[in-house]
């Protein structure tokens, strides 16, 4: 694979390239968070609270990444990364555009007209996430990856704590559509990011197909490393049902807490603490061990049900801080894992049934537990999710003490896992 030139050879200290890359995702990280405040506050406000037609906003947003996850996962193997990305920041931008516009000029908001938007950037989403993760990789090389993921989340961290709480005085100052304004700005920091790499690094061509690889090679593209498969379950349990906070949030501020949008962004702020913690601790870890995710994942369970639990504001400000501590060591473990598990051919797959099992199946997710918050309650709405959660890891637990660590090498070329076979995505 041609790489994006050789940075420095040990530590992060004196790369710019990588500086400047991690300085511009902070500055458009700080605006996504503020959007994607705004974006299920107004929801929630036009919904006038509906807990099913929030959920079903979430689930479009997500939908494509199930649908077309396994597929653009190919495609971005083969691309140069940086230019994939500079696409996907102008698409971001045009749709924060066309969320603001109407709220701006015309006062207007429906419920339609924002899920068609959120559709348009989960489509953008399909190609950004696998290119920002192998993009990292290109950049750093696989030797300094952990480091390099632990010291991104670290800084885009920071943007977790801001975004939400200024988007929260932002609402109660001017509204959402200004928000989306300022998000659809913060790409350019992105875009100037990405010119500068290109000018001190040159371009990155994409993976091994890219190289050139034979008729044959599809098989083995298609192949899911055995050892990753329980890891994928976790994945998709944690990202597809427990961690549905963008509805049960609003939700359990308005309805239970009878808090504001002033609180909702503070108590977004306590997750981005909590995840900046995790990032904090990801960074100073070396390369993960096979059943590092299980304690992660079981950890998240457990301060979800405190969540569930909350009697006010400052108790579920806190159980957010624990859960977002255990979801970024969680994902943080699960990435690099995947990145050292899976060769060369196969990580483009590989990262595509992570973002479909982290993603693709929130649709499903935010169906089942919008329903579930709708008639049994939101505090159900977080519980049961949490406890499949605790279920499945101890399961994956079992397994792994049971089962050898396989590698790529060892993968037989057909699989007849059922789970393989959801964790792709549909082609």
Known sequence: MESLGSGPRHG??????????????AVSSFGTFMEYTALYWLVNRVAGGNALILSLVAAVQFLPML?????????????SRR???????????????????????????SAWWIGAMALLLGCVHVVDSPARQMFMKDLVGIERLRRAVGTYSTAVGGARIGGPAVAGFLIAAVGEGWVFVLNAVSYLAVVFSLHYV????????GGATAAGQGPGSGARLNRIPQAIRPALLLTLLLGG???QFQITGPLMVVTV??????????????????????????????????????TWATAFGIVALFAAMATSSVWFGAAMAGVGMALSLFTTTVV???QHRASDSEQGPALAAYNAAYMGFIPLGAVVVGATAEYFGVRWGIALPSVALLVAAGYAAIRLRTTPAIGPEEEPEVSTDPFARNAQGAS
């Not at 230019?83 to 749709?95: E, G, H, N, S």
């Not at 290109?198 to 061509?205: A, I, L």
């Open 67 to 79: 649908v077309l996850s396994r597929p653009v996962g190919r495609v971005v193997g083969r691309m």
């Open 241 to 243: 049902f427990a961690y």
């Open 12 to 25: 992060l200290a004196g790369d710019t390239a990588f500086k400047v890359y991690v300085a511009g995702q």
């Open 198 to 205: 290109r000018r001190v690094r040159g371009d990155s061509t």
């Open 83 to 109: 230019r994939t990305l500079l696409i996907t920041q102008y698409a971001q931008m045009a749709v924060s555009v066309l969320l603001a516009v109407p709220l701006l000029v015309f006062g207007w908001a």
């Open 257 to 294: 807490l009878h808090d504001d949008s002033v609180t909702y962004g503070l108590i977004g702020m306590c997750t981005a603490v909590g995840a900046i913690v995790g990032s904090i601790i990801s960074a100073r870890r070396s390369t993960p061990t096979t059943g590092e995710y299980v």
């Open 336 to 338: 690099v894992f995947i």
